[in-house]
Nanobody
Framework: QVQLVESGGGLVQAGGSLRLSCAAS????????MGWFRQAPGKEREFVAA????????YYVDSVKGRFTISRDNAKNTVYLQMNSLKPEDTAVYYC????????????????WGQGTQVTVSS
């Protein structure tokens, strides 16, 4: 049974930082590309960042480039999202997801999802 468990969310002031973690189990983690998505109230789920299975490449939505960094530790079956210079518009539930195929920015290509962690940025 595949499980993706996010942690590290919370309430932070604008300009602050948070580090999200996503621990994976029940799958061969090193064979999956990993992504982070977010969903704000009343909005569709949005791609945030992705990283290839071998750490070779990373991808970001324009709105987080230079502020967020995705990374992974295949030995720990964990993917991270370091979020700096947070803005109120970053407020959302953040989800990690696993993709067995080619790395993707669309949610439809992801095979497994976590339950999400809330990030709230106050102004």
């Amino acid at each position: 049974q595949v499980q993706l468990v996010e942690s590290g969310g919370g309430l932070v002031q604008a300009g602050g930082s948070l580090r999200l973690s996503c621990a994976a189990s029940g799958l061969i983690f090193s064979r999956y590309n990993m992504g982070w998505f977010r969903q704000a109230p009343g909005k569709e789920r949005e791609f945030v960042a992705a990283i290839t299975w071998n750490n070779d490449s990373t991808y970001y939505v324009d709105s987080v480039k230079g502020r967020f960094t995705i990374s992974r530790d295949n030995a720990k079956n964990t993917v991270y999202l370091q979020m700096n210079s947070l803005k109120p518009e970053d407020t959302a539930v953040y989800y990690c997801a696993a993709d067995r195929g080619q790395v993707a920015t669309s949610a439809v290509w992801y095979d497994f999802w976590g339950q999400g962690t809330q990030v709230t940025v106050s102004s």
